[in-house]
């Protein structure tokens, strides 16, 4: 177990539709990042928060959205949804007090579109 | 920016056979590079790393990979794998002086170990 919590685990839904994924990073870690897993892309980072503001993006369409709180959990918000969103979304947390450039995965969240 | 190439999709090989998982990487900076391993399932879990010092790096369940800066690689082995190291492995970089510890991903290797 990661400490990393991500919900849901799978959701279904209809292409055009927006959807909202969650994640609670470990204790401790201020650093949230998403990263899309798809058979044609492979891992692709998305985002990543630290401390409740955006720190650095990657190729993250401008239909998806993130943010965190402050209490460090973060919110993809992923809208207006095409067949080919369909992936697996990571969401990871790191230490921030050291240099190791460690990453905690969750168990990501499994989005299907139809 | 960086890239990472595994020059292996899939890799099936006897049970306590040895195993070398292939990573080549490009970056114009300094870079940390890592293993993750992704079991059937689950999330990615850190394998081993780089970060500084020796090149020859040891890390979880018997795995060890050597970074070699001239050819730019950090190659996985292990010298006798187990059914349960069945899974996806993807190697990984990110640039060592930044504050955002931003990976880039390899397509990954998924290797099979037969009985």
């Known amino acids: 177990d990661s400490g990393v919590t991500q919900t849901p685990k799978h959701l279904i839904t209809a292409t055009g539709q927006r959807v909202t994924l969650r994640c609670s990073p470990r204790s401790g870690d201020l650093s949230v990042y998403w990263y899309q897993q798809s058979l044609d892309q492979g891992l692709q980072f998305l985002i990543q928060?630290?401390?409740?503001?955006?720190?650095a993006k990657g190729n993250i369409l401008e239909r998806f959205s993130a943010q965190q709180f402050p209490d460090l959990h973060s919110e993809l918000n992923l809208s207006s949804l095409e067949l080919g969103d369909s992936a697996l979304y990571f969401c990871a947390s790191s230490v921030t007090s050291g240099k190791t450039g460690e990453l905690f995965f969750g168990e990501g969240s499994r989005l299907t579109v139809l | 920016a960086q890239s990472v190439t595994q020059l292996d999709s899939q890799v099936p090989v006897f049970e306590e056979a040895p195993v070398e998982l292939r990573c080549n990487y490009s970056s114009s900076v300094s870079v940390y590079l890592f293993w993750y391993v992704q079991y059937p399932n689950q999330g990615l879990q850190l394998l081993l790393k780089?970060?500084?010092?020796?090149?020859l790096v040891k890390g979880i369940n018997g795995f060890e990979a050597e970074f070699n800066k001239s050819q730019t690689s950090f190659h996985l082995r292990k010298p006798s794998v187990h059914i349960s190291d069945t899974a996806e492995y993807f190697c990984a970089v990110s640039p060592s002086g930044a504050g955002s510890y931003q990976l880039t991903f390899g397509k990954g290797t998924k290797l099979s170990v037969i009985p």
């Open positions: 780089y970060l500084s010092g020796s090149t």
């Open positions: 928060y630290y401390n409740g503001e955006e720190r």
